[in-house]
Antibody, heavy 124, light 106 residues
């Protein structure tokens, strides 16, 4: 059974870089059947897509965050990462990683497996 | 990208049918999904590819699309259905979420 787990600092200072890792167990990131996604949710607010990465390293980012976001994938350790620079209090949120199916690959087009989420607070 | 608009809240009596709408200019051009999120938990997909239910999701959950509006319908609503519900679609390679609807079962 596939599981995703986010990890990283829970507190980041303003203007610094937020870095999170999503470790996958029970399945492989090295697949043509799925994308891998980061989503965030400020406390008591809605969901916001951050970006998507494929096993090849190809990425797609939310236009509103594109200038500050980077994502990478580490197939040997079965994990992918998020980096968000120049953070402010507005970046305080629960950060989730998730799996996205690809219909052309025969998988369901949905974010069908989510991590438990990790709260990152931006504060000095 | 474009916006997906949901009502902030919907109320329903136990045993009745709840309907949650999602409006977007380009809905229908791509698949729509619906997610349920209970307090303190991660979202769970309840509908994918417009109207399909994942295994384990009760048949009480259904969805449809008409023009630019997607609708999630929960029949015979139960107290355990009380949650936030989010619609989600695509615009090219970007993922878009609606603002979410808080379903209250009174």
């Amino acid at each position: 059974q596939l599981q995703l787990r986010e990890s990283g600092p829970g507190l980041v200072k303003p203007s610094e870089t937020l870095s999170l890792t999503c470790t996958v167990s029970g399945g492989s990131l090295d697949t043509t059947n799925y994308f891998w996604v980061w989503v965030r949710q400020p406390p008591r607010k809605g969901l916001e897509w951050i970006g998507t990465i494929f096993y090849t390293g190809a990425t797609y980012f939310n236009p509103s965050l594109r200038s500050r976001v980077a994502m990478s994938i580490d197939l040997s350790n079965n994990r992918f990462s998020l980096s968000l620079n120049s953070v402010t209090a507005a970046d305080t949120a629960f950060y989730y990683c998730a799996r996205l199916g690809i219909p052309a690959a025969g998988t369901d087009e949905a974010l069908d497996v989510w991590g438990q989420g990790t709260l990152v607070t931006v504060s000095s | 990208s474009y916006d997906l608009t949901q009502p902030p809240s919907v109320s329903v009596s136990p045993g009745q049918t709840a309907s949650i709408t999602c409006f977007g200019d380009k809905l229908g051009d791509t698949f729509t999904c619906w997610y349920q999120q209970k307090p303190g938990q991660s979202p769970v997909v309840v509908i994918y590819e417009n109207d399909k239910r994942p295994s384990g999701i009760p048949a009480r959950f259904a969805a449809s699309i008409s023009g630019n509006t997607a609708t999630l319908t929960i029949s015979e609503t139960q107290a355990l259905d009380e949650a936030d519900y989010y619609c989600q679609a695509w615009d090219s390679s970007t993922i878009i979420f609606g603002g979410g609807t808080k379903l209250t079962v009174l």
